[in-house]
């Protein structure tokens, strides 16, 4: 729905994603915004919205094979593990740049989520969830047991990015760095308004129908576990020069679990929906994280420990649930009935 006196003339408008003077003004004042801040940030801050931006592309991934295509993936995390240690690797093991290190990344996981969507033909729905369970522990358990290569249970140390001579060590400069994340949105953006795309949302509808058209199941649902895959090798590879370190413990169950949440409060099948709903469960980790502390005043130590512990979890699966029953489309619906309200007002009617 565009504003009233807004309408396209001919297909490449009618195809634009930014549309309007108004829409071009404000993308331009969030670019100059994002860009300009890390020159008033603080570093706790800015922290925080580094390793939100690193999740962000990990959950763009995951919202293509998941909200897109409809194939369930609790593995996530575990490929973007993968990005991250073939990026360690490269660069630590074989002193490549992280320039040829960052996209390797990307391929690799990407092959990796091949072999893992292969099971995808035959089985689906909650099968196809414990099809990536499995791969979930099997790709951990592969690196604990080549120790050699990715430093097993010790892990590897990482260095952070040099382009050109220049090195990325602080928060302030590492941002820079992480705004890759502007250039994956606008592929995950265009991907699914390809042929793709319309590919996927058909199988994720009814698998099928989709057969019945002439839609070849199994090649599109290996290009989206490649495409998913890709963007979290991408995040792997930013999250490994970005701690410095890789090991097994950093890509654990709960983290693609996490993931999955985001993508159900944010918006399954919505590129705005993946940035809000990373943004919304990390600032609810964060909060959870500040009032847990508070506890200590009115509780024994090892009760507001335990307390402490769980609090984030309890929050998570709360917050999942009252989505689940109460905007099952997430925050993206809220944010499209938003501007439906604006362009109609004051002729809601």
Not at 83 to 112: D, Q, W
Not at 261 to 284: D, E, Q
């Amino acid at each position: 729905m565009l504003p009233c006196g807004t309408y396209p003339t001919n297909y490449e408008e009618d195809m634009a994603i930014v549309r309007t003077r108004l829409q071009w003004g404000l993308l331009g004042a969030g670019l100059v915004f994002l860009f300009c801040l890390p020159l008033f940030a603080g570093l706790h801050w800015l922290g925080f919205v580094n390793m939100t931006m690193i999740y962000i592309v990990a959950v763009l991934g995951l919202n293509i094979l998941t909200g897109y295509c409809g194939q369930v993936s609790v593995g996530q995390a575990a490929f973007m593990g993968v990005g991250a240690y073939t990026s360690a690797i490269l660069v630590a093991k074989l002193h490549l740049s992280f320039l040829i290190a960052l996209p390797c990344a990307g391929i690799m996981t990407g092959l990796v989520g091949l072999i893992v969507g292969i099971p995808s033909l035959r089985v689906k729905g909650f099968y196809l969830l414990l099809a990536t369970l499995a791969a979930q522990f099997i790709i951990m358990w592969v690196a604990i047991r080549l120790p050699h290569l990715t430093g097993g249970y010790a892990g590897l140390v990482v260095s952070r990015p040099k382009i050109l001579g220049f090195s990325f060590e602080t928060e302030q400069s590492y941002f820079y760095i992480i705004a890759i994340v502007m250039i994956m949105t606008f592929f995950a953006k265009n991907i699914v308004r390809t042929r793709a795309g319309r590919a996927f949302v058909a199988i994720r509808d009814n698998d099928l129908a989709a057969q019945i058209m002439g839609i070849d199941l199994f090649r599109y649902k290996l290009v989206a576990f490649f495409i998913g895959c890709f963007f979290a090798g991408i995040a792997g590879s930013l999250f490994a020069h970005y701690m410095r370190f890789v090991n097994p413990e950093q890509f654990p169950l709960m983290t693609s679990v996490w993931f999955l949440g985001m993508i159900i409060v944010g918006g399954m099948g919505s590129t705005v929906g993946a940035f809000l709903g990373t943004i919304f469960i990390r600032l609810l980790e964060f909060f959870t994280m500040q009032i847990g502390p508070s506890l200590n005043a009115f509780l024994p130590a090892s009760t507001s420990m335990q307390i402490q512990g769980a609090a984030m979890l309890i929050v998570f699966g709360l917050v999942i649930v009252l989505f689940l029953i109460f905007e099952p489309r997430g925050l993206a619906h809220r944010w499209e009935v938003l501007k439906s309200t604006y362009r109609l007002y004051p002729f809601s009617y």
